[in-house]
């Protein structure tokens, strides 16, 4: 198990920027790939972005590739999420989830079910 907690959030005009963080507790998150999924309301949870274990590997979704950037520190036990020219229609709580896979595929990234354990969610609102 790994907790997960997210920060960054937090409202921000249309054109701007936001860095997420999601910092991760145990001595093992270099084992876990980790995602980024966001929730708008009344919509279901959608895949934002992954990376695999060693960073080497990440994956978007169409909205977010040119304009969101996920990366890892295992040193730091945390993914980042940089979200650049941001839009209205990115506003959503925004959550980060851990996956204890043996083999990673893209096409298991955007499948929440995949994944072990999530933070709390962070709220991201993109005025017009």
């Known amino acids: 198990q790994v907790q997960l907690v997210e920060s960054g959030g937090g409202l921000v005009q249309a054109g701007g920027s936001l860095r997420l963080s999601c910092a991760a507790s145990?001595?093992?998150?270099?084992?876990?790939?980790m995602g980024w999924f966001r929730q708008a309301p009344g919509k279901e949870r959608e895949f934002v972005a992954g990376i695999n274990w060693s960073g080497v590997s990440t994956y978007y979704t169409d909205s977010a590739k040119g304009r969101f950037t996920i990366s890892r520190d295992n040193a730091k036990n945390t993914v980042y999420l940089q979200m650049n020219s941001l839009k209205p229609e990115d506003t959503a709580v925004y959550y980060c989830?851990?996956?204890?896979?043996?083999?990673?595929?893209?096409?298991?990234?955007?499948?929440?079910?995949?994944?072990?354990?999530w933070g709390q969610g962070t709220q991201v609102t993109v005025s017009s």
């Open positions: 989830a851990a996956g204890a896979w043996a083999q990673s595929r893209e096409s298991y990234y955007y499948s929440a079910g995949r994944f072990d354990n």
């Open positions: 145990g001595r093992t998150f270099s084992s876990y790939v």
